[in-house]
């Protein structure tokens, strides 16, 4: 997102616009201070808290010396060990929120080219570009979200390897998930198929599912993501990997038209308003995806088909789903369940035990629901 100049942020010392850029739609700041290299710790971590946005004017490595300060200054506290999973959860999201937006108020300048316009900065005109586009000119942003910029960048173009392609890689685009969560992958490679020719791949992401099962022999695949950006990060890959003429992408909110022998869906695995374009990716709002993907699944199979529900129990475990309700919403839309596969994830956190949901997570497993009609 770039706020064109004239129309956008008013620096607070000079009252003139800046151009403000965001990746991630955060609304651009209010108020902007610049600050010299000589601001204290103290000082930037009130500004910032009180709301004003602080333009960085030292050279690089001190902005993120001061970022990495202030953020140590806004660690949340312990949570009482009395709450219960759903409180542990909402209260750790509006801490990661309240963190976000203070850490987000830390800025750098742009000059014309992508050049961040400070000494000893790093070359970012690529990543930049990868995730903004063009430049339209001098500008603002947050530190924050350029150090993740040059993250995703990293990310995208060395590839994420993923075991189940026999260690081929997937370039994630920025604000499309990354598939480092590889059982879900897995469970789709493994599950034995119902002699399927066609698929659909709902919600596809970097298409990564989509190019496992034109590996296992599938003829046509049609994927699917409402995200533009996601629609173009599965093109690439799946060009990337030679399967152009046999995975079509397409740009629709869950399913395509007509019918396919096998539907596959990893929806958002908790209920939730996302609040970043990679949150899209984690929260389904009032459960809207997973409900629609299965009361649309009878509609969308071809007679004896099956569709493929990639789903996490941490809701349950977690309070924000009940313990019975997915297996009722498959009842409900006139499906049955010829099978489950389980597996334990394999991610660092879920043995973590200083993570603030450990509790929910050391439980938690990761499904593939078999269903068909009637």
Not at 86 to 101: I, K, L, P, S, Y
Not at 158 to 171: K, M, S, T, Y
Not at 305 to 317: F, N, Q, T
Request: glycine share 10%.
């Amino acid at each position: 997102m770039t706020t064109e100049a004239g129309q956008g942020t008013k620096d607070g010392e000079t009252g003139a616009p800046v151009r403000w850029y965001s990746a991630n739609g955060t609304p651009r700041p209010e108020h902007i201070v610049s600050v010299p290299d000589t601001v204290s710790v103290a000082a930037a971590h009130r500004m910032m808290a009180q709301g004003s946005a602080v333009l960085w004017s030292g050279d690089y490595p001190s902005a993120r010396r001061l970022l990495a300060a202030v953020d140590r200054r806004t660690e949340p506290k312990r949570l009482p060990l009395a709450q219960t999973p759903a409180e542990a959860f909402e209260r750790h999201r509006r801490d990661r929120a309240r963190r976000a937006r203070l850490l987000g108020r830390l800025l750098v300048p742009y000059a014309a080219d992508w050049t961040v316009a400070l000494r000893r900065a790093p070359r970012v005109r690529e990543a930049c570009v990868h995730a903004y586009g063009p430049c339209a000119g001098p500008g603002v942003g947050s530190l924050r979200e350029l150090l993740g910029v040059i993250g995703a960048y990293e990310w995208h173009r060395n590839g994420v390897e993923v075991p189940a392609l026999g260690g081929d890689r997937i370039h994630p685009h920025h604000g499309v998930f990354s598939p480092v969560r590889g059982e879900y992958v897995d469970l789709v490679a493994e599950a034995e198929l119902p002699g399927a020719a066609t698929a659909f791949d709902i919600g596809t992401g970097t298409g990564v599912l989509s190019i496992v099962l034109a590996r296992r022999g599938l003829r046509h695949v049609v994927a699917t993501d409402q995200d533009a950006r996601a629609v173009h990060c599965a093109r690439d890959n799946i060009a990337r990997h030679g399967l152009a003429t046999r995975i079509a992408v397409r740009h629709a909110d869950l399913f395509p038209a007509g019918r396919a022998d096998l539907i596959v869906c990893n929806p958002p695995w908790l209920p939730g308003r996302p609040r970043t374009p990679l949150d899209q990716a984690v929260y389904d709002p009032e459960s809207r995806m997973l409900r629609g993907f299965l009361t649309g699944l009878p509609h969308h199979l071809e007679p004896g088909g099956e569709g493929w529900l990639i789903l996490s129990d941490l809701a349950e475990r977690l309070g924000l789903r009940g313990r019975t309700e997915l297996e009722d919403t498959i009842a409900a839309a006139g499906l049955r369940v010829l099978s489950r596969t389980v597996t334990k994830p394999r991610h660092p956190r879920a043995t973590d035990p200083s993570d603030p949901l450990h509790r929910a997570r050391v439980g938690e497993t990761t499904s593939l629901w078999r269903l068909g009609v009637g």
